[in-house]
């Protein structure tokens, strides 16, 4: 049998139940022009994803195998590629990649294989066969699966590999041609990235586990496992950080196994439920198309500290930490009354641990429009929020050098924000207190 192995959002040799696979292959990586042309160029996921398909090609190299590198729409590569028997890949569930491999089962036979998350789609359901919409009894029956689950790594088959050409990397449009293999071959150019493996984070955050339930929320104390990234591209796989926490069950696993299920929660959640992708859950209204309000937002000039910080943390790092996350949406959605959508794609277009099921399903969550149970009425206080994650403002003065003179206690008080000119800082954009009655108003109603 000849088959393509499809590498999408597992981008690593190690542990990777695509390479189970035997016979005659072609490991394959599609830079896809649907997805690279609405993104700008120095795209620090980009230059990421680069970075790993270069270190996979290595990989495969050190194991008698390839990777053909293309740069075209995936339908053009697989009109491209004849004679092969079937494709397999990871599964996505987003609408795009859904209608994408559907497109391509009708050109080739086209198989899934589970690596992206812990669970298939249909592996945690209720009884009755239906999904669930509250994670508690999700979590409950997760967990139990878990437990008898198989999370030992996947073997690498014996391969033999097809006769091809593997140098630089094949662009398909009018005509093909073979560009250098360089990220210029696709029209971005390389950022400045400290890149560390997976494996280095997993030992970093051993020491940090214990904490992890109480203290991950503080902004300073960096205890999060910062795996997201390598979670969405798939440089390392789910199971094996299962396996590196059940090896260490003597520490304070499961409040970091509960996230890791959460993240399988939200992407069941867009599974069964696409339509969220872009429409409410619940609640008719879907906030104001405000354009003003809008471009302050992104140019992190609403003149709330903790909100303007977040910003800048993401504009120039491709990363926000996971609390301040919940507090800019909370603050987008129910102070500025901003549509969820909106911030949906700022979010989109610049993390770079970007999931679109972990990226809707908690922008519903801070609109209060997803399938939580908690209604409307939940808004952060942004203020209160920065006061206590934040105490000595030292995030807010890390990514807002203008505000370093400005004693940490006033960058957490709203009235002496609004009644007092800070040098090159403009004053709050709304007063919290009124916008949050508003928005709780306009849900009511």
Request: with cysteine; proline share 4%; glycine share 4%.
């Amino acid at each position: 049998m000849k088959r393509i192995l499809w590498f999408r959002r597992d981008l690593r040799l190690r542990d990777n139940p695509l390479l189970s696979l035997g016979g005659e292959v072609l490991p394959i990586f599609i830079f896809d022009t649907n997805i690279l042309h609405r993104l700008q160029k120095d795209d620090k996921r980009v230059n990421f994803i680069f970075y790993h398909v270069q270190k996979l090609k290595e990989e495969l190299q050190s194991i008698g195998l390839e990777l053909k590198v293309f740069y075209a729409k995936p339908q053009a590569v697989f009109e491209y590629l004849q004679n092969y028997d079937e494709v397999v890949a990871t599964g996505d569930y987003d609408s795009y990649a859904k209608q994408r491999d559907l497109e391509i089962s009708h050109k080739l036979h086209f198989r899934y294989i589970q690596d992206t998350y812990i669970f298939k789609h249909n592996e945690v359901l209720k009884v009755d066969g239906t999904p669930y919409y509250v994670f508690t009894p999700y979590y409950k029956k997760a967990r139990v699966i878990l437990d008898n689950k198989n999370i030992q790594p996947s073997p690498i088959a014996k391969h033999i590999l097809v006769p091809e050409s593997y140098d630089g990397i094949t662009k398909i449009d009018t005509n093909i041609q073979i560009l250098p293999l360089c990220l210029e071959s696709i029209g971005f150019s390389e950022v400045a990235m400290e890149i560390q493996t997976p494996q280095e984070k997993l030992e970093i955050f051993k020491l940090n586990i214990n904490n992890y339930q109480e203290q991950r929320d503080y902004l300073n104390l960096n205890i999060t496992s910062n795996l997201s990234v390598d979670l969405r591209f798939g440089t390392i796989g789910v199971r094996e950080i299962l396996r590196f926490l059940f090896a260490n069950a003597s520490q304070e696993i499961e409040p970091f196994i509960r996230q890791l299920i959460f993240r399988d929660f939200y992407a069941s959640l867009l599974f069964h439920l696409p339509y969220i992708e872009t429409k409410n859950y619940k609640y008719k209204f879907n906030g104001i198309e405000d354009k003003e309000k809008y471009q302050l937002f992104c140019e992190a000039k609403t003149g709330v500290p903790i909100i303007d910080a977040g910003v800048r943390e993401l504009l120039q790092t491709g990363n926000m930490h996971n609390r301040v996350r919940m507090i800019v949406a909370s603050f987008f959605t129910k102070d500025l009354l901003l549509p969820w959508q909106w911030g949906e794609l700022f979010f989109a277009k610049y993390l770079l641990d970007f999931d679109k099921a972990s990226n809707v399903l908690s922008w519903q969550w801070s609109a209060g429009t997803g399938v939580d149970p908690q209604p409307y009425f939940r808004v952060f206080n942004p203020y209160l929020q920065s006061k206590k994650f934040d105490k000595d403002a030292l995030y807010i003065k890390k990514n807002i050098p203008e505000l370093l003179h400005v004693e940490a206690k006033y960058l957490h008080d709203e009235n002496y924000l609004l009644s007092h000119t800070t040098l090159n800082y403009p004053k709050p954009l709304v007063f919290h207190k009124e916008a949050a009655k508003k928005a709780v108003e306009l849900f009511k109603g």
